[in-house]
T-cell receptor, first 112, second 110 residues
Framework: AQSVSQHNHHVILSEAASLELGCNYS??????LFWYVQYPGQHLQLLLK??????LVKGIKGFEAEFIKSKFSFNLRKPSVQWSDTAEYFC??????????FGSGTKLNVKP | KAGVTQTPRYLIKTRGQQVTLSCSPI?????VSWYQQTPGQGLQFLFE???????NKGNFPGRFSGRQFSNSRSEMNVSTLELGDSALYLC?????????FGPGTRLLVL
């Protein structure tokens, strides 16, 4: 069965610190990759996505992610986090059959 | 365009009852998926509908069912509610392989 692993369940950072959230998936075929964010009290929003092409994708609010096919990874990064980045982040994968698999989420707490 | 809407936003039921949740996708989106979100379990896929047909299904018991109408609106139904069904139920509509989520319906089963 396919799965998506987010190894960091809870991350605490100070403002201006750099962020990297890990995401690994298990599926050998062609995949589309996504990061979603859920701010407190709000619904899930698309942060960025990768379908093909440049493996380094840029999203909203200064986030970026790098697809490394050989490692089955799609890690999310931001050079300098802000207090407003406090949220839960979900990695997701979908395959050719439009079936989505989500990771269990990483809660990010940014201290001002 | 208006986003994905879900009704009701909050619901309280008792064990054994049944519940129907509604989702209106973004205009032009023909695929609607449903998820159950609980703390610690993340998002668990329930099912996906496309053009009124169930195209994908997750690993939930038969108490969970859904349907899609010709205008792409979708409903999900949970029969014989159990305490463990308390969760946030999310609907997502998709176009071009990208899902867009609604605010969810928070169901509490007492």
């Amino acid at each position: 069965a396919q799965s998506v692993s987010q190894h960091n369940h809870h991350v605490i950072l100070s403002e201006a610190a750099s962020l990297e959230l890990g995401c690994n998936y298990s599926y050998g075929g062609t995949v589309n990759l996504f990061w979603y964010v859920q701010y407190p009290g709000q619904h899930l929003q698309l942060l960025l996505k990768y379908f093909s092409g440049d493996p380094l994708v840029k999203g909203i609010k200064g986030f970026e992610a790098e697809f490394i096919k050989s490692k089955f990874s799609f890690n999310l990064r931001k050079p300098s986090v802000q207090w407003s980045d406090t949220a839960e982040y979900f990695c997701a994968v979908n395959n050719n059959f439009n079936k989505f698999y989500f990771g269990s989420g990483t809660k990010l707490n940014v201290k001002p | 365009k208006a986003g994905v809407t879900q009704t009701p936003r909050y619901l309280i039921k008792t064990r054994g009852q049944q519940v129907t949740l509604s989702c209106s996708p973004i205009s032009g989106h023909r695929s609607v998926s449903w998820y159950q979100q609980t703390p610690g379990q993340g998002l668990q896929f329930l099912f996906e509908y496309f053009s009124e047909t169930q195209r994908n299904k997750g690993n939930f018991p038969g108490r969970f069912s859904g349907r899609q109408f010709s205008n792409s609106r979708s409903e999900m139904n949970v029969s014989t509610l159990e305490l463990g069904d308390s969760a946030l139920y999310l609907c997502a509509s998709s176009l071009d392989e990208t899902q867009y989520f609604g605010p969810g319906t928070r169901l509490l089963v007492l």
